[in-house]
């Protein structure tokens, strides 16, 4: 908190001359030294604020050591917003890592150079959870060790994930007892269409190139087989009793010969009313070409060639 202060009060620029002057900056100084946590903090951050007005008064001589109300009301707005943004800003500290390795690229205050900086685990190991994971034959699992600070680690980095078999918990597993089961830059594993086989301990290890290991946590996979789950009862419809097999739509041998009876007769019938009726037309229309023929006939004697 104390070197963030520091930046913050001490990076001054040219339009913020004459702050020290400015009544609202004072005070809100002033709130800000008395929210630490302890007086020697306190005391510490109020240090830093004084030698801070000494800097906003050296940068005012430069300035002629006048400015107008525009620009500085310009400059404490400006002011002020940073500052405000600054305390909303959450800050995960120098080793955010509550578990694992890290290693990440930091700048030396001394002599302003970036350089390598390692934050050891907490607990001094790299083995750092587990977490038990249930899902069901023929479904899906999602395996996932990604954490935010793992961004922060310096290097080319790749997960590495491998298991052993068996129901999670049943014995005491070796290094010697896990496959290899992929190395990918991702940090998820997808198992689809599980089997009942395919239950185990599963390691997933961040490891650099050279095969340090930063993070490793287990997942303990139980696939529950399909023969254990509850199955709906199979209901079966009653019989029909005895002689009372008549139904609409499975007609029986007795009522379907009649049936087909009716049918062929009304097709007999309607053939021969078809062709009564076809006859019929026929004589109509030679009876009425005859007299057509006689009058043609007639016309021709009378008018020969």
Known sequence: MLLILVSLLCCVHAAEACLQC????????????????????????????????????????????????????????????????????????????????????????????????????????QDCSEYPVQAEEGGQAVLNCFLPWHRLLLGRTEYHYSWAPGVPGTKKLNTSDFKALVVTDDSSVVLNQLDEDEQGTYHCSLQGRDGTVFYRVTFLLTVASLSDQTHRPVVTLPFLPHGDNYSPFQPTAGLLVPVIAMVTALSLAASVGLAVVLGLMMSQRRAAEVPRRRRKEGKNKQNPV
Do not use: W
């Open 22 to 125: 400015d009544r609202s900056i004072r005070r809100l100084h002033e709130d800000f030294v008395l929210s630490a946590p302890t007086v020697d903090d306190q005391i510490e951050m109020k240090k830093i604020s004084e030698h801070a007005y000494v800097t906003y008064r050296e940068t005012s001589l430069e300035r002629k050591g006048v400015i107008d109300p525009t620009t500085l009301y310009r400059a404490r707005t400006e002011y002020q917003s940073e500052f405000d943004r600054f305390l909303k800003t959450p800050h995960t500290g120098l080793c955010p890592n509550k578990c694992g390795l890290l290693k990440r690229r930091v700048m030396d205050c001394f002599s302003c150079r970036y350089k390598m900086y390692i934050c050891p685990s907490p607990s001094g190991q």
